[in-house]
């Protein structure tokens, strides 16, 4: 059994980690002692937007993303599976970090649902150590929200374009983030009645959300 550790209201938790997805406002999760993100064999995608850390990390260390354009990097890991630019038990580019590392919130898989088979031990620790509150309705309804388009997703997955919903948990779970209003105040039921326009919705909502990403 997992220490349990407060990951906030859920509604104020939902509304910055919306907020920091779309590039306004850093990142706030309360890691403590947890490098689980930069020792968790990850590719770290660098994009054309993050000057400071293509600026300081060594050019050797950083790849083409593959079926991205140019510009767009992908930073590896060594053989114990930690970023190179972890170093001496932190990261040592914390001011210049891609928005990739400011974005990343492990609470978004605790808000999923999700049992968690396709990370690491201290990441999936630290997931199954979250506890929201819920201390009014609204909190309820925009959880199960969460959940309910994550359930959709995984379900349906192959009624989406070849390759829309990602195959890691955690990238379905940053998606339903950012399509959750869709499924507010609905059940299984009545979603599965207009499955196909639900699963349109949620294209288009991640159209938008990619091109302004690119
Ligand atoms: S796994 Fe979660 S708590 Fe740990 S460093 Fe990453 S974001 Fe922070
Ligand atoms: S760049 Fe820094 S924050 Fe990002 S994974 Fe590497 S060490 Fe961690």
Known sequence: MNKKISAGEFSVWLEE???????LGEGSVPCGECVGCCTSSKFIHIRPTDRKAVDSIPKELMFQAPGLPDGHYLLGYDEKGYCPMFKKNKCSIYDSRPETCRQYDCRALAASGLKIDDETKEITDRVNSWEFGYSSVHDSELSNAVKLAVKFISENRNIFPDGF???LKGQIAVMAVRVHHIFIGHTMDSVREDTN?????IVVKCSAVNLNDA
Request: glycine share 6%.
């Open 165 to 167: 919903v990602p195959l």
């Open 17 to 23: 980690f919306t907020q920091t997805m779309r590039g």
């Open 197 to 201: 326009s639900f699963a349109s919705e």
